[in-house]
């Protein structure tokens, strides 16, 4: 008993202002990037064995973890709607990857058209309506504006992301999915006025009709070196908190140690839960960890400030 004591003891200290006020409420979903992050890793870690990891022993619980293959999304990992599906563009090799992607391989905006991008986003939606499983939130496409595989002379196309984001909504709609789609942008991104404004309005009509909307539903901004006031005017100023049309917002915290002390991650970790706390009205609708990572949710006696906090705040966010 006395143990127990200690440790509920020791989590309320190193959650520090965690316990101030409650989380946001809009907060719906609570997850990790990268569940089968380790499927060919040594040793090898299924989407499976990744959710037991981290909700064993009570450590935490999530609601929207992200896979990237199909044959993950039919696993028990993701049985409920309780998984998101990625698809990326040019990653990984033709042939060589079950990796869900629009052109892999491709290397620049023409190489990822002549491999079939279109027809591959609608090949993919079918097999997504087909799963066991359907996701209940799709990641296209990550940081789409510095992603070589839509850029020709290494320079973003514009209105590419925003017409591949129409065709996915378009090929949706005839399979009968509806789920939202939701995109991270890098922190130099984030601050591009032509990035923002095709996130915010997507394709003109000559490229995307009226009836299907070419912008995401949901953004989110990877920077791990903020601070919580640059973290409100970034997320304000590509998707503002007072314009009821604007995107929801992804916070991504780091969950891998990136070089990072135990200390280091827990403090980076904290600054989100303290912008739930500073910014309870903020339109945020999910937290997405970035990655699950075996060093802090699997080797928790080598992170204990750090897994606590991430174990606390997915307990608190999410349902038991």
């Known amino acids: 008993m006395k143990r127990i004591i200690l440790s509920v003891v020791a989590t309320l200290f190193l959650c520090g202002s965690a316990f101030a006020g409650g989380p946001n409420s809009n907060i719906k979903y609570y997850g990790y990037d990268w569940?089968?992050?380790?499927?060919?890793?040594?040793?090898?870690?299924?989407?499976?064995?990744?959710?037991?990891?981290?909700?064993?022993?009570?450590?935490?619980?999530?609601n929207l973890n992200v896979v990237h293959t199909i044959e993950n999304l039919n696993s028990s990992a993701c049985i409920g709607n309780k998984c998101a599906i990625s698809i990326n563009a040019g990653s990984g090799s033709p042939g060589g990857s079950p990796i869900?992607?629009?052109c892999p391989g491709a290397v620049n905006n023409t190489q990822c058209q002549s491999m079939g991008s279109w027809s591959n986003i609608w090949r993919i939606a079918f097999n997504i309506g087909t799963s066991s499983n359907i996701p209940s939130a799709i990641y296209f496409i990550d940081e789409p504006f510095g992603n070589p595989a839509l850029q020709s002379n290494q320079t973003y196309v514009q209105y590419q992301y925003a017409s591949y984001v129409c065709t996915l909504r378009q090929a949706m709609k005839a399979y009968g999915l509806n789920m939202p789609i939701y995109t991270v942008l890098s922190y130099g991104q984030s601050k591009d006025v032509n990035n923002v404004k095709e996130v915010q309005n997507g394709a003109p009509i000559s490229a995307c009709p009226t009836t299907d909307k070419s912008s995401p539903d949901w953004i989110g901004i990877d920077n791990y070196n903020w601070s919580v006031a640059d973290m409100w005017i970034s997320y304000n100023r590509v998707a503002p908190a007072n314009n009821p049309n604007s995107q929801k917002w992804v916070l991504v915290p780091p969950s891998t140690p990136i070089g990072m002390t135990d200390q280091q991650l827990h403090d980076q970790i904290q600054l989100y839960w303290d912008f739930i706390n500073n910014y309870k009205?903020?339109?945020?609708?999910?937290?997405?960890?970035?990655?699950?990572?075996t060093a802090v949710t699997l080797n928790r006696n080598n992170y204990p400030k750090s897994s606590a906090l991430l174990s606390f705040m997915a307990n608190t966010i999410t349902s038991q």
């Open 281 to 293: 009205n903020s339109p945020v609708i999910y937290v997405m960890n970035w990655r699950f990572d």
């Open 35 to 62: 569940l089968d992050f380790y499927q060919g890793g040594n040793p090898p870690y299924s989407a499976t064995d990744a959710l037991n990891i981290i909700s064993g022993t009570g450590f935490s619980t999530t």
């Open 100 to 102: 869900l992607d629009i």
